[in-house]
Every structure is written in C-alpha cells, then in structure tokens.
C-alpha cells in the first residue's frame, strides 16, 4: 500500500487522536523505511522505546521462540519468564518485587495505588507531583500530569493529586501534610522538553520524603533502562527512591511495563489488591529479558555515556551560528535541542533529509535514538542537523522578505 492509501484507510477507521503523515513499513538497526522506499535516520525510536534498534536478531528471536511456545496464560498460572524478569529489575534497582503491566501510564497508575494502599490506614492518600511533568493519558496520570494540554475537557479529575515547581524543594515543603502520601517525579522531564533534576534538589527531597515520612516514587518509564549511561536517571543523583514506574525501553517495542519496588514495600499490593489480564505474559517477559541481556552484552550503557555525548558536542556549536539555537542539553541518549522558536517546522526539515526526530514542549527537538546507533549514524545525524538548520535559517530568511 503506498502512504495515501494507508491513510485514506486510517482517516476512515482510526480515531483522529494522532495526525502523522510517514508511514513506516520496515525498520533496521537505526534505520526505517517508509512506504515509497524512503530511507530514514530513527532518532525517535518510537518514542526511546526501540532500545536495541529496529528488528534486533537477540530480540527477535526471543520473541520468536517465545511465541512458538507459550505466548499469554493469565496471571492465574505462574509462568517461568516473569520471576525472571523481575529479579532482573530487582537486581538492577530497589532490590525488591515488581508488579507487571502493559504501559507507562498503567505503570505510574500502579505506582499511585501503591501509594494510596500504602498510606491508606493513616489518612495518606495525597500525591505530589511538578509542573511540566508527564506521567501518561489514564484519568489519574493526567491528573498527575503537569501540563494542562492534557487534561482539557476530561474534567472532573479524581482528587488527591497537587503540583510543585521542578527544582524548586521549598515548593514541595509547602505542600506535604498529614494527607501527603508521596512524591511522584521524573529525573529526567522528557516530554517536558528534556528538563533534568537538579541532583542537588533530588537529594533534598529524598530527605523531606523520608522527614515526613512519605514515599518518593520515579517515573522511570522515558529514563530509565539505560538511556542516560546508568540502568535509571535517579542514579546520577546518588539517590534510592521507593518505588519506581518503567515501561518504554522494557520491552525494546515489545509493550510492557512495571511498578517496582523496595523490599520493604513490595507486599503493599497484597492478594488480590491489583490485577491485571495481560500484565506479565511470558511473551513481553521473554523480550524483557532479552532487553537486558542485550544491554549488557553490547555495553549499551557505556555506548549511551560516550556516544550521547559525542552527539551532544556535535550539536553544541550550533548556538554559536544560529541566533535561534539556545543550546543543547540532555545525560546520554536523551538529548534536547531547545531553540528559542516553534521547533516543529525544524523537525520537517530534519525528516526531508532523513532523520526521524521529535519537537517537544513546543521549542525542543528531543533526540532519543537506539542505544545500538553507530559513531558513524551519530556523525550522520549530526550532519543532517547541522543541514537542516541551515536550511531553516535560509526559509526564515525569505519569509521576512
Ligand atoms: C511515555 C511516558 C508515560 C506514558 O507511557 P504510555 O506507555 O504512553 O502510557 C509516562 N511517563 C513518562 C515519563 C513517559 O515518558
């Protein structure tokens, strides 16, 4: 089918919440090819979700085999791939038990009702979360959610849920009390436009958390599994929080996600306190576990450290040529291009010369590519930015004309 067709058919049968105009039919390491043979750079990664690359043999053949043998049996029965997976996350972060589910939201969303359960015997039910936040499109993590965007016309919202300023520790002081039942965040605010905590102001809310005696829950599910060069963005921070959300890179493209959690908060959710049909299957947990072996057998996460930063450096002079360019910022490979305009006619100049990336929070183009991408597809991109910036400064130049 070429793009038209696929689109007249989607226009027709699909809900119009998304309005894309490439339709991809097949992917390859850090290339994908759109329906007329186009050839592209991925730097979205569906969205730092394709972790190892498109089509990443270990990965397929994970699946492969995993689907061949027993795909979905219902959390009624144990089956051997789940355990595994957990104590693959338990190993890398809070050393406690995981809870799986299909999504990010579904992830953060159990991360709340941990919280709530957690703190229901005392009168504990409120989160805090910050501005610019996102933390998915359920009723509660929209709520949760700092942007108004999107939580316009689903109101009312379900109440417990108020907001502090990023950065800003006393904003989150002023609004703990006896309701308070934790603290939701992201270290790294991706959707928000690559906005980073401060490490300082993460230590100091572990420490208000654990003064009043609340949890500090992580948004892993943009951060974490490696992007920023460590397993989680809280790491850098030197911090432990008490239960953390993962879902993206989990599955490399596979949907799942996970609550997970300290040991001594991994049996809050007691018998029957949660549940879910799909959450867990042997199929997603097979491609967890093959995300993991990947990671660490390719080093993916020293590749993120010293490739991420070659991308950032390749990008950094471009503040220096063009007036509109603010800078670049990002840990790994998560990297922000903030300009000081709508960055959403640069990203259609970057797709005409062959990247895939994605203008965010309106100024940013937000660069999240395969953690597998060469030094040369690296170099590549960088080129292809340097171009289309070029080209960018030439149409607003006639367009003052
Ligand atoms: C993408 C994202 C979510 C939502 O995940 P879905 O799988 O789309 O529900 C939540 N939190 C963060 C930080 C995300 O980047």
Redesign the pocket.
Known sequence: MSTTEIRSLHEQFVMPTYAPEIALVRGDGCRVWDAEGHEYLDFIAG??VVSLGHCHPVLVQAIREQAGTLMHVSNLFYNEQQPKLARAISKRALGGKSFFCN????A?EGLIKLARRWGHGVGRHEVISFGNS????TLA?LTATGQDKVKKGFDPLPPGFRQAEFNDIESVRNLVNGKTAAVLI?AIQ??GGIRIADHEFLRSLRALCDEAGILLMC?E???GMGRTGNWFGYEEAGIRPDAI?L??GLGGGFPI?AVSATPELSDVLTLGSHATTFGGTPLACAAGLAVFKVIEEENLLERARFLGARLAQGLAALSDTYEWVVGVRGTGFIVGLELSRDALPLQKILEEKGLLSLATANTVIRLVPPMTVSEQEIDEAVSRIHDACAAFQEVSEESKI
Do not use: L
Request: with cysteine; proline share 0%.
């Open positions: 969205i730092a999504s990010g939201a579904e953060n996102f933390h998915g499109r993590t992201e991706c959707e948004d599910v943009q951060c959300a879902a993206k996600g």
